[in-house]
C-alpha cells in the first residue's frame, strides 16, 4: 500500500509502473526524406516531456506516430501495453479516444461547430455525450477564459482556436496528452495560465504530457526535455 | 438513438444546403422513374387496345387491298372480291367455310335520340352473316331480316366501337352529354336511313327504319353498321340493279389454326389483303414494342444521367467532407461507427428523395394523363387513364434507384475512411 505514490492510476498497478508509451527504433521515411531514423521514445506515468527541435526536423510527424495517426513507419510502438503495428483500427480508435487527448498543431476544429459543440463532439459519435462531460467541458472551457456560446469557431481568433482545441484534448480525461505547439499563438499570460489549468488537472487526474514546445518558460516546467535532430530524439537538460 | 440524431445534427451543421442538388437529383430521378413507367405503360395499353381484334385465330378477313369504307360507297381499287374470287377460295382445300360481307352501294344514315339529343351521322351499310356474330349474342337476337320485316321487326345492328369513340368524344363531348359504353347502348333504338343521306341521294324514294343496337364490334370499318347480309343485298338490287356484285370482305374460315398461313398467301397473290389475328397481334407487338423500346431508351439514359449526376454530387458532398471524417477518426471515432451513422443519414434521406420524387411522379403523370385526355377525347372512351400505377414495377424501380444511389454513397464512403488519417487532416 505504501507504495502507491502514483495515484489516479486506478488500476493497482506496481509503481514501478510499465510505460504509457514505449517506441523504439522509430524509422519514418517520405519518399527520399528520411524523417525519423531509429527514434526511441518512452512516457511514464504523470510525466511532463517537451520536445523541441527546428522547424521541419519532424516533430508533428513523430506525435502522429506516437498518437497512432499515422501507421507508416518501422519500428515498434507499445501503448498502454497494445502493440499499435499489431493493433485493428477499432484498437487504435478505442485507444485514442479513451487514452489519449490530442492538441494539433492545426486546431483541427470542425469551423462551422461552437466550440461547445466541437468539444463534444468525440463523445457524441462514440455514444458517451452526457450532463458529466458537458458539465466538465463548459468548466474547462471558463477556465481557458473561453465564451461557452453558439458562435461558430471559424469566427474565433486563432489563440481562441487554439484554447478550443486544447480544451477539446482534455475533456475526454486522457491519460495521454500529445499536445504540439499549443501555445504558439497564444500571448505570454494565456500560456502561462494554459499550462497552469494542465499542472492543475494533472495534479487532480494525472495524466502524461507530451508536448512540443519552445517557449523557454514552459520548457522549465518540464519533467524532460527532448530534441529532435538527426532523425533520432536526444536527452537535454533544462 | 439520440446520440445518432445529435450526431447526425453536429455532423451536417452548416452543410445542410450540400445535399440538396444531389437529393434534387434524385428527386428528379425518381420522379422521371415512376412517370415514364406509368406513362409508358399507359401508352402500351392505349396501343394494344386500339390494335386489338376480336377476329378468331382460324378466321382470315379478305378484303380488296387499299379499300376504305367511305360515307355511302366504297371506293372501289385493286382487285375487287368478285364471285369467282369467292369460288377459287372455296376450292382451296385448307378452307372450311366462307362468310361474305357486302357493302350496301347506297347512302344511308343514322338517326336516334341520344341524351335528348337529335344525333345524325352519314354510316355505311355492311351486310354480314352470322358468322360475323359472336355466339353469345345469336342467342338471343334474330340475325335475318329483310325489308318486308321492318313492319314487325327492328333491324338489328351492329355498331363499330369505333363510332361509340367518335360519337362520345365528338358529339357526346361538345353537348355535355354522357359518353356511351359498348355496353351501354344495347338495346337502343334507333333510326337507319337507307337511300339518302347527308351528301347523296338516289332516284328511288329512301326508305326509314326502325333499328336496334343489338352488339358492338372492333373489326369494322368507322362508318359501317353490320346488318344482315340478305338485307344489303336486297337494298343493293333494289336502288342499284345494275351494278356488280363484289363482295367487301369475305370471313375465311380454316380448317385449322395452322391452314391459315397458306390462305394469307393464296390470298395475297390474288392481289387481295388478309388479316388474321396473329398477323394484327404482330403488327401491334411491332408497333409496341418500337415506341417501347423508344420511350424505354429515352427513359433510361434521362434516368441514368439523372441517377448518375445524383450519385456524383452525393460522392463530392462526401469528399468536401473528408477533412471532417479526418478529424472525427483522429479523435477516436471508430469507422464503423461512422459508417454506420452516414449510412444511416444517407439512406433516409435518399428514401423520403425518392418517395416523394416518386409522389410527384404520380402526380406528373396523373397531370399529363388528364391533360392529354382532355385534348383528345378519343382516348378516354378507349382507356380510363393514359397514367397506369403498377405498384410492384413502381416501387422496386424507386427502390432500385435508392439502392443504388446508397450503396454507391456507402462505398465511396467506405473508401474516404479507408484513407489514412493523416492524409484526411491534410487541408
Ligand atoms: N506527407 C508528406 N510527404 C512528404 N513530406 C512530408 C510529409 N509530411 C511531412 N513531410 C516532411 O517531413 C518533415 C517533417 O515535418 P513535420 O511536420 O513533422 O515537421 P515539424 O518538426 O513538425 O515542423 P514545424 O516545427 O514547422 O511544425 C518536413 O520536412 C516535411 O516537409
Ligand atoms: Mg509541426
Excluded at chain 1, 56 to 64: A, F, I
Excluded at chain 2, 57 to 71: D, H, K, L, S
Excluded at chain 2, 134 to 148: H, V
Excluded at chain 2, 320 to 344: D, P
Aim: net charge negative; charged share 20%; hydrophobic share 45%.
Amino acid at each position: 500500500m505504501f507504495l502507491s505514490a502514483s495515484a489516479n492510476t486506478g488500476r493497482g498497478e506496481s509503481p514501478v509502473s510499465k510505460p504509457l508509451i514505449h517506441a523504439s527504433s522509430i524509422v519514418k521515411v517520405f519518399d527520399e526524406l528520411k524523417v525519423l531514423n531509429k527514434a526511441s521514445f518512452t512516457l511514464n506515468e504523470g510525466e511532463f516531456v517537451a520536445v523541441t527541435g527546428k522547424s521541419g526536423v519532424g516533430k508533428s510527424t513523430l506525435l502522429g506516430i506516437l498518437g497512432t495517426l499515422d501507421p507508416a513507419f518501422t519500428g515498434e510502438l507499445t501503448i498502454n501495453g497494445v502493440s499499435t503495428p499489431k493493433a485493428s483500427s477499432m484498437e487504435l480508435a478505442e485507444l485514442r479516444r479513451e487514452f489519449m487527448g490530442f492538441i494539433f498543431q492545426d486546431f483541427h476544429l470542425l469551423p462551422n461547430l461552437s466550440a461547445l459543440d466541437n468539444i463534444l463532439l468525440p463523445a457524441v459519435f462514440s455514444g458517451t455525450d452526457s450532463l458529466e462531460v458537458r458539465k466538465d467541458a463548459a468548466a474547462i472551457l471558463s477556465r481557458l477564459d473561453l465564451r461557452n456560446d453558439n458562435t461558430p469557431t471559424r469566427f474565433l481568433s486563432r489563440g481562441e482556436r487554439q484554447r478550443v482545441a486544447s480544451a477539446r484534448a482534455l475533456v475526454n480525461n486522457p491519460k495521454v496528452l500529445l499536445a504540439d505547439e499549443p501555445t504558439a499563438s497564444l500571448d505570454e499570460d494565456s500560456e502561462e495560465n494554459l499550462f497552469d489549468l494542465l499542472d492543475a488537472l494533472r495534479k487532480e487526474r494525472g495524466f502524461a504530457i507530451i508536448a512540443v514546445l519552445h517557449s523557454k518558460r514552459i520548457l522549465s516546467r518540464a519533467d524532460r526535455i527532448l530534441e529532435l535532430k538527426g532523425g533520432v530524439l536526444h536527452e537535454k537538460h533544462a | 438513438m439520440k446520440n445518432t440524431r445529435k450526431a447526425i445534427s453536429l455532423w451536417n451543421r452548416g452543410h445542410w444546403k450540400d445535399y440538396v442538388f444531389s437529393q434534387g437529383m434524385l428527386l428528379v430521378a425518381s420522379l422521371l422513374l415512376v412517370f415514364f413507367i406509368s406513362i409508358g405503360l399507359g401508352v402500351g395499353n392505349i396501343l394494344e387496345r386500339f390494335l386489338s381484334s376480336d377476329l378468331p385465330e382460324e378466321q382470315v378477313r379478305i378484303t380488296p387491298q387499299g379499300v376504305q369504307a367511305g360515307f355511302f360507297q366504297t371506293e372501289r381499287g385493286g382487285t375487287e372480291i368478285t364471285a369467282d374470287v369467292m369460288d377459287s377460295l372455296t376450292a382451296l382445300p385448307q378452307v372450311e367455310r366462307i362468310d361474305p360481307q357486302v357493302y350496301a352501294h347506297v347512302p344511308a344514315y343514322l338517326r336516334g335520340l341520344l341524351g335528348g339529343r337529335n344525333y345524325y351521322t352519314d354510316i355505311t351499310l355492311e351486310g354480314v352473316s352470322t358468322a360475323f356474330v359472336p355466339d353469345s349474342m345469336l342467342e338471343y337476337i334474330d340475325w335475318n331480316y329483310t325489308l318486308s320485316d321492318s313492319a314487325e321487326k327492328p333491324l338489328p345492328i351492329i355498331l363499330s366501337e369505333n363510332l361509340l369513340i367518335l360519337y362520345n368524344a365528338g358529339f357526346a363531348e361538345s353537348n355535355g352529354l354522357m359518353g356511351l359504353t359498348p355496353e351501354g347502348v344495347i338495346g337502343l333504338e334507333v333510326q337507319v336511313n337507307v337511300g339518302s343521306s347527308s351528301i347523296a341521294s338516289l332516284q328511288a324514294p329512301p326508305i326509314n327504319l326502325r333499328a336496334e343496337i343489338v352488339g358492338t364490334s372492333r373489326s369494322m370499318a368507322l362508318f359501317a353498321l353490320a346488318v344482315p347480309i340478305e338485307f344489303v343485298e336486297e337494298v343493293n338490287n333494289l336502288y342499284l340493279p345494275d351494278d356488280k356484285h363484289t363482295y367487301s370482305a369475305l370471313m375465311v374460315t380454316a380448317l385449322e389454326a395452322e391452314d391459315v398461313p397458306a390462305i394469307v398467301r393464296y390470298a395475297e397473290s390474288m392481289g387481295l389483303a388478309a388479316e388474321t389475328r396473329r398477323g394484327i397481334a404482330q403488327k401491334a407487338e411491332v408497333l409496341v414494342g418500337v415506341v417501347t423500346a423508344a420511350l424505354g431508351a429515352l427513359a433510361a439514359a434521362i434516368l441514368f444521367s439523372a441517377v448518375a449526376s445524383a450519385i456524383h454530387t452525393l460522392v463530392a458532398d462526401l469528399k468536401n467532407r473528408s477533412y471532417a471524417l479526418g478529424v472525427l477518426v483522429a479523435l477516436g471515432t471508430k469507422r464503423e461507427r461512422l459508417v454506420y451513422i452516414f449510412a444511416f443519414q444517407i439512406f433516409f434521406m435518399s428514401l423520403i428523395s425518392t418517395v416523394f420524387g416518386g409522389l410527384l411522379g404520380c402526380a406528373l403523370s396523373f397531370l399529363v394523363s388528364s391533360t392529354l385526355l382532355n385534348l383528345l377525347p378519343v382516348l378516354k372512351y378507349a382507356v380510363e387513364s393514359l397514367a397506369v400505377f403498377p405498384v410492384g414495377w413502381l416501387a422496386s424501380g424507386l427502390g432500385l434507384v435508392l439502392a443504388v444511389s446508397t450503396i454507391s454513397a456507402w462505398f465511396f464512403f467506405r473508401k474516404i475512411l479507408s484513407t489514412p488519417v493523416t492524409e484526411l487532416l491534410r487541408r
